[in-house]
């Protein structure tokens, strides 16, 4: 039965993946089902909550989740639902709203300096961006205006914000446009054809071993049909993503130098179906793993430091996560799920 819980909450990540992957990701499902290993003994983290009401913890199915820098709130975004939700630093509940908004079209929400909060809409007759006040209250619609062709299709499915710009990321294309909060046009990257470049460039080395040749060839192949899997921004605006289908996460300085790192397994530290991804303010880096029901935790370097979650019926594990939000502050980590299980809280501690 718990496996057929967790198939029904991959069955949308895995749709994503080729054939001749799916022998691979169900063999590692059923080597580490029942496996749940400590973490490490340098950087670790406890499992606090889940953000709650007063009847307990709220439900949703693969929420977006996003923290108010300074003042403790985290903004959650129940699409099924189609509402805004507001908690404070104990993760209780103090708003809901946007019954009039048609969330249930939205796709992600970022919060900016203020408060203030952007929610992205996928490209439709109207706008695609909504921005509300602290307080969820509207304050203006907005189309995107000034893309260059190149660009072109956009459908946006991530947003982030950052010292006043929103970035948007297309999860199929893997483009990312900055715009300004009103969405005009301010700047443009292509992540699918800087991975694509960094292949090539990684096949002109003659010191390569055909095997390796022919590896990175199908790496070719596959980036075709690659798409993201998670995107954000950090405070130093280097970009963050994943890609499910290679197995890898990135980091794209504020200068355009590309770095991946990842290797596919069910051992700690590897990576099965990687979905959202976050940095906090030294440079670490949060991945949530849908597959193998992990939060992973790298340094700035992409060493591996620990990992935390596991699949199970206990409050401290986690089903299918995938959104996550880094409070640098207080070193917490929400992370949303599947199963209606919520948003759970834990508290990280960073050698």
Known sequence: MKFL???QGLLKTLSMLKTNLYITIFTALFLTGSIAQPVGAATQASYLYRLSDFSGPVPSLWAKVDVSKGDDEVYTLNINKGLMQIFNGTAMQVQGSGEGYGLASATDLAVGEEGEVFVLFG???GHELLHLDFRC????EYG???IPAEYLPFEA??????EGSLYLADSQSMRVLEVSPQGEFRSGFDLKAALQGGTREALNDPALTEAKRERIRKEMENLDSAGLGGFSVDERTNMYFTVPTLFIACRVSADGKLESFGTSGGARGK???????ESDESGNIYIA???RCVVLIFDRDFNFQTEFGYRGPSRHNLVVPDDLAVDAGSGKVYVSQAANLGISVF???LK
């Open 5 to 7: 819980i967790l198939a």
């Open 123 to 125: 490209r439709r007759t």
């Open 137 to 140: 209250a509207p304050l203006g």
């Open 144 to 146: 995107l205006t000034g």
């Open 157 to 162: 499915t991530f947003i982030d914000y950052r």
């Open 271 to 277: 990576f099965g179906v990687v979905a959202g991804i």
């Open 289 to 291: 793993d849908r597959l």
């Open 347 to 349: 508290q990280v501690h």
